[in-house]
């Protein structure tokens, strides 16, 4: 049986990954808010957010989708406050 430190170390790990990978995406979303202010495109894009968990449905089986659903919400909504920076 695998010991509850040893498996935090291995949350510590993904959450560093996670970390990275969100700050990564935060980037884009800068550079993509850039973009809509050139353009005088608005931020909020309906279409673009139901293809994300469209993508999500389609690559993740439903308890999958389920727990990221509401991650996704909330990275999204995370998005959409750095663009209208």
């Known amino acids: ?3 509850i430190s040893k498996l935090r170390l291995e949350i510590d790990e993904i ?11 935060k980037k884009v979303v800068e550079r993509i808010g850039q ?4 353009l005088g495109i608005e931020v909020y ?3 673009r957010e139901m293809n994300i968990f469209q993508m999500l449905r389609k ?5 999958e989708y389920n727990y990221l659903e509401s991650v ?3 990275v999204i909504k995370k998005s959409r406050q750095v ?3």
């Open 72 to 74: 996704f919400k909330e």
């Open 59 to 63: 690559h993740f089986n439903q308890d």
């Open 45 to 47: 894009d309906r279409n």
């Open 83 to 85: 663009q209208y920076c």
């Open 15 to 25: 959450n560093l990954q996670l970390g990275r990978l969100l700050i990564e995406r």
């Open 1 to 3: 049986m695998e010991s």
């Open 35 to 38: 973009e809509k202010r050139k």
